[in-house]
């Protein structure tokens, strides 16, 4: 997968509010389009970088998504590039 500016956001926001709902990933990360981070945070699952700790749609529940160890790997990373 291609770490774009939207996937690198993603997976931040998911660092610093570990539990968060999609609705306040997409608000968090500047994805406003609930189809598109939908989506997104479904790639990011199925490549493992992260997991849904929440009861989920099926129960009627928000998801509450956190970073895996591949994902906070990779968080770690990009924050060590990124900052100053």
Do not use: C, F
């Amino acid at each position: 997968m291609r770490l774009t500016y939207r996937t690198v956001r993603v997976l931040l926001t998911i660092a610093q509010h570990p539990g968060a709902s999609n609705r306040q990933i997409g608000e968090h990360a500047g994805v406003h389009d609930q189809g598109q981070i939908s989506k997104l945070l479904g790639r990011l699952h199925k490549l493992g970088l992260i997991h849904n700790t929440g009861a989920g749609q099926a129960k009627g529940a928000p998801n509450e998504w956190t970073l895996t160890t591949k994902g906070r790997d990779i968080q770690h990373t990009i924050s060590t590039q990124t900052s100053s």
